[in-house]
């Protein structure tokens, strides 16, 4: 993991005082996430901007791991807030165009892709703050899953799951361990069985997000958790943060060629391209 320095500074809080002049910001922006930093609290806030539901795209994957490296090595950022410029949904999980019809090369990469942003954001040694401000579903809860702490908006038209199985896909051990880790095998055993979704009360209840908050406090929430976190010292908060996760991140470190090779066999099953070209055009008739 990347290391960032382990001195500790109080941060003012990240909610700029009414009155003040405005404080310094970097932004930095691609195609499907765009970044502001803001210097003096050492917070970032990432939001994903990829319409109509910012789906886990290689070219998504690809420029979320290349900004939260660029966050991991500026010196002056401690905490990443990620959230959604999409109204109504965080993220909709992995980009099922990307598993159907293309080649072994193709399907490699974008697992890779996929293993890399996971890696990433639960081994970061920064502070990341998830708020949900809609649904999340699949490889959407899992970028919130990894997060040191969910806020979700309180609508109950907002879900969010691991609901690979309703797709006839097995979620893989290290989204299982992720899931296990913050609601407990019971709870993920179930959920993992029966794909569920599970709206936003429910959610809370659960554990699988920490609180819940009118939408529109949202962002004010979010900020709030992350000055409490920044409070304390770097250096101990990660080196817990490390200890905690450690065992999860080395079990996917030491299968990776050999999950990328169990993706690439699930995926290319004719049953499986069956079922996602059946339900791309089930999305497809929704919209029209």
Known sequence: MITVPTTFRPPPSPLQPPGLPLAP????????????????SGVAMMKFKSPPVNSLSLEFLTEFSISLEKLENNRACRGVILTSAVPKIFSSGLDITEMCGKSMEHYTEFWR????????????????????????????????????????????????????????IVAPFWFKDTFVNVVGHRVA????????????????????????????????????????WLALPDHARQ??????????????VAHREEDIKNFISFVSKESIQKSLRMYMEMLKKRKS
């Not at 910001?25 to 003096?40: A, G, H, M, T, W």
């Not at 040694?125 to 899953?145: E, I, K, Q, R």
């Not at 080196?239 to 996917?252: F, N, Q, Y």
Request: glycine fraction near 6%.
């Open 239 to 252: 080196l817990t943060k490390t200890m905690m996760r450690k065992a999860v991140l080395d079990r996917l």
């Open 113 to 168: 892709a996929v293993q890399e942003m996971w890696l990433r954001l639960y081994g970061s040694n920064m502070v990341t703050v998830a708020a949900v401000n809609g649904s999340s579903p699949a490889g959407g809860c899992l970028m919130a899953l990894s997060c040191d702490y969910r806020i979700m908006a309180e609508n109950p038209k907002f879900s969010i799951g691991l609901n690979e199985a309703q797709l006839g």
């Open 189 to 228: 055993e179930r959920s993992l069985q029966l794909g569920s979704l599970h709206p936003a009360p429910e959610a809370h209840k659960l554990g699988l997000v920490d609180e819940l908050v009118p939408e529109e406090k949202l962002m004010e929430k979010a900020a709030a958790v992350m000055a409490q």
């Open 25 to 40: 910001c970097r932004s930095f922006s691609n195609n499907k996430i765009q970044v502001e930093l803001d210097e003096s």
